[in-house]
Structure formats: C-alpha cells, structure tokens
C-alpha cells in the first residue's frame, strides 16, 4: 500500500452523515507489516477470503477478525477438557519426548511426530508378521500372542543351520543331526528322537538332575535299550583296564571317595589263576583295580592278567 490514508474522514450512510466512522479497506490480499500508515482500528476485508483483520498496533500488527466459515479461535481444548487461552496472542502446541510425540512448526503447519519405541523409550511400534515372530531375528517390532504361540509350535531355527518346522538343532550348527521333541501321552512327559545317529544333551556345568521320577531305558520300538558311555579320557566314568600281575591303575581326575565303583571281568587272557576283583580310590588321581587272593586277605594274584570293565558312579552326600 502507498501508507496514504485513502479513506475520508466522513461519510454518508443512506443519507445520514456519519462522523469518524470504522474504516474500511477491500482488498484481495490480506495486509502485511508494511501496512502500518493506517489509523489504529482500522479495519481490512480480503475479498477473496472473505478474513476480516484489524489494525491493533503499530507497526502493521494485524489480527484476525474472523471471516465467512467462522471467527476467531479463541480456546484450545484438549482431551482433559480444559480449555487454554492463548498468552500474547499465541498458544503453545507441544509434546513430550520421553512420551514419544514432539512436535514441530513450518509456516502455518504444525507437525507431530511419534518417536519409534525402543529400549527406554516409549513410541510407536509395528506389529510383528508371523514370519519375523518364527525366525527370531527382528528386534523392534511387537509379537503378539498368536503369533508367540505359533512360535512355541513350530520353533524354527536355533544356532546356525535351518531346521524343518517343529525341529531344534544343534547350537552349534554342525556334527548333530536335527532332533524332534514331542509330547508323549504314553510316558507323561517327552521323548526326544534323533533322525540319524544320536541325541546329545550337552551341559557345560551344574548337574543334570531328575527330581521325581527314574530314568528309565525301555525296550520298544522307538527308545533306546542301553546306556551308552565315553571312554578313552581321564574324566570318564567307565572303561576296560588290563590286570599286570594282577593289579591296574586307571587315572581319573574327576573321581571321588564316595563314589561307587563297579568291576567286571570281560576276558582272562593268559591269567594262570583268577582272584577276586577289589578297587581302592584315590580321590581326584586314579582308581586302583586287584585281584585279591582269598585265602591271604590283602594279597593279589599275580598270574591275573585279566581284562577288567568298570563304571564309577557318584553318590549324593
């Protein structure tokens, strides 16, 4: 605008001469701050708009005076139902960061935005497809119980090779075949079966422990009929030694005085004369093996050269 007030000072409505009547400027624009030449309380109508804007202040402080579709915002009310009246003029319009919602303005556009939720943090999150929840890998997004029970009946994958639906493998990926563990009606429990070769039930440390009940090994069609033990290492429990002059020392560092050891003699080989088979322990060294003479308490038979088969059982104290 030129700053020139274009307006008279008087004028006639319908006859009637009106002095210092409300000023008012048509325009297809609405003003800006460099339409200030105008007497405070001037009022501008942009007649495109139809947004009425009076002069408040100087310089070219304009505000909206409402328009055709409604007035002025006067309040905003949020869900607690209070209403807030704005301070200066303005209202405040923001979230909370450790809620998950900020918000952010540009031009006349105010923005929210939801943070992702994350460890500590809350925000949005997308649901897991029932293809992430079974292979186990995706770390952000939501499992619902559907889809965990559906995880819990067909496990997947564990350790590096990829199994068939209901098989877990081995951790390590390799030297194992996959193993299927279902539910037995018939033993009230499960069985576990290998496909090929064995099933291996590794513990690094503690104890496997049967609480109530036997470990039983029974003749059917599907378990095995024996107990099957590693030989060879000086942690093992059994083992075959060979009699000289009718004793043999078998190193074990894993040994221990209460427990028990049973003897078996699995072949006389050039022995000259049997005696009768005794052990004696020597906590985490070895486990000693005689053939005793029964007719000289504590003496052994040297003509023994037998093979001997043991086991070492341990007793709980």
Same mark, same amino acid.
């Given at each position: ?113 939801? +943070?992702?939720? &994350? !460890? %500590?943090?809350?925000? #949005? ?5 029932? $293809?992430?929840? *079974?292979?186990? @890998? ?102 075959? +030694?060979?009699? &000289? !002059? %009718?004793?043999?020392? #078998? ?5 221990? $005085?209460?427990? *028990?050891?049973? @003897? ?54």
């Amino acid at each position: 605008m030129s700053g020139i007030d274009p307006i008279p000072r008087e004028l006639a409505y319908e006859g009637v001469k009106a002095r210092n009547p409300p000023d008012i400027i048509s325009s297809p624009v609405n003003p800006t701050v460099a339409d200030f030449k105008y007497p405070l309380g001037t009022m501008w109508m942009n007649t495109v708009t139809q947004v009425s804007f009076q002069l408040v202040s100087n310089p070219g402080v304009w505000a909206i005076l409402g328009g055709a579709v409604g007035g002025d915002v006067q309040t905003l009310t949020g869900t607690d139902a209070v209403a807030v009246l704005p301070a200066l003029g303005n209202i405040n319009v923001t979230g909370v960061a450790a809620q998950g919602i900020t918000s952010s303005g540009a031009g006349s556009t105010i923005t929210f935005t939801n +943070a992702d939720a &994350a !460890a %500590g943090q809350k925000g #949005v999150a997308e649901l897991a497809t029932q $293809a992430e929840v *079974l292979a186990g @890998l995706e770390a952000t997004k939501i499992v619902t119980p559907a889809t965990l029970q559906d995880k819990f009946d067909d496990p997947g994958v564990i350790g590096n090779s990829v199994a068939a639906e209901g098989l877990y493998v081995d951790a390590t990926g390799t030297g194992f075949d996959a193993v299927t563990i279902t539910a037995d009606p018939t033993f009230l429990g499960m069985k576990m079966l290998g496909t090929v070769g064995e099933v291996v039930l590794r513990i690094d440390s503690g104890d496997l422990a049967v609480l109530n009940g036997n470990i039983a090994l029974l003749d059917s069609s599907d378990l095995g009929k024996k107990m099957v033990f590693a030989t060879g290492n000086v942690s093992n429990c059994t083992g075959t +030694a060979t009699l &000289a !002059a %009718g004793t043999a020392t #078998v190193l074990n560092t894993t040994i221990e $005085a209460t427990d *028990l050891v049973f @003897l078996s003699r699995s072949a006389v080989n050039a022995s000259t004369a049997l005696g009768n088979l005794s052990y004696t322990i020597n906590a985490g060294v070895s486990l000693v093996i005689d053939a005793l003479d029964n007719s000289t308490p504590g003496s052994v038979i040297a003509g023994d050269l037998s093979d001997v088969s043991y086991l070492i059982v341990g007793t709980q104290v």
